[in-house]
């Protein structure tokens, strides 16, 4: 499974954005799938991930925030991100989650800012 990810950009504080991954390879549906991101000197870290049912795990710094969904028969992740945070700002990436991590993409750059 390789991922592509887009739909980053520059927002402001409370703003929204709506992030896809776009999966390749015939193993997507049957794999759990994560959002991850990586700020400016800090480690990657996960967001959010997805299991192959449709439940749900958030982390609690996104909690009520950020809700992560998933389209099979588009082989599409998304991650819609509301009252966004300066603390929001990174690069943001999907990957498998819970398994084996395969190469990372490019990611997409979020930037909160006013």
């Known amino acids: 499974v390789q991922f592509v990810e887009s739909g980053g950009g520059l927002v402001q504080p409370g703003g929204s954005l709506r992030l896809s991954c776009a999966a390749s390879?015939?193993?997507?549906?049957?794999?759990?799938v994560g959002w991850y991101r990586q700020a400016p000197g800090k480690q990657r870290e996960l967001v959010a991930g997805?299991?192959?049912?449709?439940?749900?795990y958030n982390t609690d710094s996104v909690k009520g925030r950020f809700t992560i969904s998933r389209d099979n028969a588009r082989n599409t992740v998304y991650l819609q991100m509301n009252s966004l945070e300066p603390e929001d700002t990174a690069v943001y990436y999907c990957?498998?989650?819970?398994?084996?991590?395969?190469?990372w993409g490019q990611g997409t750059q979020v930037t909160v800012s006013s």
């Open positions: 390879g015939r193993l997507f549906s049957s794999s759990d």
């Open positions: 997805i299991y192959t049912t449709g439940r749900t």
């Open positions: 990957n498998i989650w819970g398994g084996i991590i395969v190469d």
